[in-house]
């Protein structure tokens, strides 16, 4: 039997990596070859992306994937964090800086574009929850600007890094879904919104499914890397929740998924979208999975309130404050891990502080009581979203899967599983890029469905099992402070 080496990359907000999978009929393993930081970058013009310190990770990355290997590749996938993008002038030279989604420039746009195509339109054309960081709301902010006059080309982040290592340009599909400019029912462009929108979508390159090839690596690239080629790039799910929604270990349809890193992205998968107007006012979005699938999901802050507040206190281990949590009072204060308060960087422990008092709730008087502040409060937020899917999308489930870095939290775990009221199977932790790898391995070996794929991953990947516990009657209590008018 054969067994084949695959490249992930795998873009997060804050590290980027390059994984090795190895994929046998019966074998699934993942080597890290590289770990890279990403650190977003404050200039006079704003919160910026250091994408060419990205793609150089991405290099050292193949290099050292390479290395694992005797220069053997038989393919590399890219998947990255969603909405932001690379503008390209008519020679295909980068124009500027990619922005961060954290950055401002998107404040009060949101309300310009409703006045052409009101948020319910909106919602019922894509689909897509309201986000102010959605591309389609940093092109309304950029309208007028001297790059977006100049620019010939939009690439995602994902498709930009493939850009670079092939010299190919394309638009994969599940990323293209968080731009909100494609229909999720036709899984296509939508002309008329566009069009109504003044966004010229010649700025796309042809739209490319997760599995279809992607180029080669340029001549270049190979020299650079020490690889044999030629070295096949393959389309992935490249949207990193798309990729670690492949590869949740579910059997069965009756399951919810929470993606855990940066972000906790809660719900569904979906063979349908849900565009109601109830859906909607919960704030549930529709991204496009694989194989025809929809992600119904909802973006809650996740353990991004936690990296600002180690951030804050100067770097203190994970572990110890972990202990300290789960030795500090339940539920004593929570806040709305959904609020878009969270969202930009910086001060986090007394935005925190803030939304405590501000709820008539008491103020977390260390950094271990301001974690576990934190983590009932994703709980909190995982429980509800779990709970609205179900409702909006009459999909009732049996599971929760917490996959993602969350997975290796063993007391975000529990405290999900409680809050929740349901089992929760924790892993696998590195997700996406194992949704990345299993794409490749689809496209280039023997295909099989979604539910081969979650086989594997059920036989090969090691899962821990949460079984719910506690008084139920404290989540819907804790609940109530956050809901309650004031
Ligand atoms: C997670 C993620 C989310 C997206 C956010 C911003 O890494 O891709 O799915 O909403 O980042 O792009």
Redesign the pocket.
Known sequence: TVTRSYAAVDL??SSGRVMVGRVGPDTLELTEAHRFPNRPVRVPEGLRWDVLGLYAGVLDGLRAAGALGAGRLDSVGID?????YGLLDADGALLGNPVH?RDARTEGVAEKVWATVPAPELYAATGLQY?P?NTLYQLAAARDSAQLAQARRLLLIPDLMSYWLTGVQGTELTNAS?TQLIDPRTRTWSADLAQRLGVDLELFAPLRQPGDPAGLLRPEVLEETGLVGPVPVTAVGS???ASAVAAVPAAGERFAYI?T???S?AGLELTAPVLTEDSRAANFTN?LGLDGTVRYLR?IMGLWLLQECVRAWGGPGLDGLLREAAAAPALRSVVDAGDAAFLAPGHMPERIAEACRASGQPVPRNPGETTRCILDSLALAHRRAVEDAQRLADHPVDVVHVVGGGARNALLCQLTADACGLPVVAGPAEAAALGNVLVQARAHGPAGDRGALRDLLVRTQPLTRYTPGGDPGRWREAQARLTAPR
Do not use: R
């Open positions: 997060g907000a990255g964090w969603a909405v932001d989604y986000a960081f968080t949207h990193d929740t993606c890193g940066t972000w992205l991204e973006n």
